[in-house]
């Protein structure tokens, strides 16, 4: 379910990426602790979030996490990806703090071209349409 006030041209425009890495094993109150942040945007109205498994990774212990053919439980890297504005992601940072014990949180701005539910091309208002303008428009190769 989406927020009224940021569906399609109201959520475009400078945004923040916030990318939280935790590992699967990782729990909060019982549960997958990338399950419990997903839980708590959700709850806070976020524009949305995403959880992504990574192949391989390390962080400041040092430990290499890879995929275990045979292991029933497997400790691979998660990232939390989340993109809303600057206030929301800062209202909602101090209750991740108290969640993650370890791990990395990143923050950086970013532009949004879209953000909308699947429509049907009739269903698109000529103001929802992707638009890529300034900086982020692409450049002809010079020959």
């Not at 006030?5 to 916030?18: C, I, N, P, T």
């Not at 019982?30 to 990574?54: M, S």
């Not at 206030?87 to 532009?111: H, Y």
Request: hydrophobic fraction near 40%; charged fraction near 25%.
């Amino acid at each position: 379910m989406h927020r009224p006030d940021q569906v399609s041209h109201g959520f475009k425009g400078e945004r923040v990426l916030m990318r939280i890495h935790v590992e699967e094993l990782d729990r909060y109150d019982g549960r997958p602790l990338y399950q419990a942040i997903l839980e708590l945007l959700r709850e806070r109205h976020l524009a949305g979030a995403t959880a992504l498994r990574g192949l391989m990774g390390f962080g400041p212990s040092g430990h290499v996490h890879t995929p275990r053919v045979m292991a029933i439980r497997s400790d691979d890297p998660i990232i939390v990806e989340v993109v809303d504005s600057a206030e929301q992601i800062q209202a909602v940072l101090p209750e991740i703090d108290r969640m993650v014990s370890g791990g990395l949180i990143t923050l950086e701005k970013v532009r949004v071209i879209m953000y909308r539910p699947t429509v049907t091309p009739e269903e698109r208002a000529e103001h929802e349409r992707i638009e890529i303008t300034g900086s982020w428009r692409a450049v002809p190769p010079t020959t």
